[in-house]
Each structure stands twice: as C-alpha cells, then as structure tokens.
C-alpha cells in the first residue's frame, strides 16, 4: 500500500503528515512570497517535495498510537 499525504487536524498539531509514518511537514520551511497566490503555491510545492524525499523508515509511529 502506497504512503499518502494526509491532512493532520489534532490539538496539537494542524496541517499535513504521511498516512505511513510520524512525518509532519514543517510549514516553516515554506519560502517567504510576495503575494498570498505565490505564498499558497511555494507552500504546496514545499510539501510535496518535502514529502516525496521524507523517508519513513526515518519517522516510526510511536508503538503506543497502534491498536
Ligand atoms: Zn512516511
């Protein structure tokens, strides 16, 4: 089954993850925009790149989260 990006909405943390792993993308890493349009599509561009690299053996769920 192939990984997905998902979108995360828990109290502590909003926005996008891997479906397979603890990967979350760091919206920090967005470069800055001279409009909202650029802004969005930077912000997109950032986190499919991110998550394509992202490697998930590098980010194992944490063994209480199963069951
Ligand atoms: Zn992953």
Redesign the pocket.
Known sequence: MA?KLIQIKQSRYMGF???????RFNAARVPPAKSFAELVRNFEEQRDED?AH???GM?PKSPRSSK
Do not use: V
């Not at 993850?17 to 990967?23: A, F, L, M, V």
């Open positions: 990984r993850g891997c479906s397979d792993c603890e990967w998550f992202h490697t998930c980010y």
